[in-house]
């Protein structure tokens, strides 16, 4: 990972809060989003994210609405994380991001 890509996630995930429960949104989750993609973390396919979130049809921005910390928390005591670039990221949260760098939304600024 080169220098700019660290600064930039590092910013996004400390602005946003990490996985302290609530998701990235806006820019933070698209660029977070991009890195998991572009990683081959999680599938570029917005049906199965949808499936993984259960979320239905859901307009993208709807979801960041949406208090996921149950679930982030969940993730973290059954060991579902995902790994990028050194930053531990709940499933659901890579989900969330993932779906928002596919679907062009993300919650907000």
Known sequence: MDRRTFVTLTAA??????????????????????EILQAGILPADVPALRAELDVGAQPVNDLFGRN??????????AHRVL??????????????CALAALDG????A
Not at 68 to 77: E, G, L, N, P, V
């Open 13 to 34: 995930l400390t602005a946003t809060g990490g996985a302290a429960g609530a998701a990235p949104r806006g820019e933070a989750a698209r660029r977070i989003g991009r």
């Open 68 to 77: 996921w910390s149950t679930r982030i928390r969940a993730d973290f005591a």
């Open 83 to 96: 790994d990028l670039h050194g930053w531990t990221l709940s499933r659901t949260e890579g989900a969330l």
């Open 105 to 108: 939304g993300g919650g907000g």
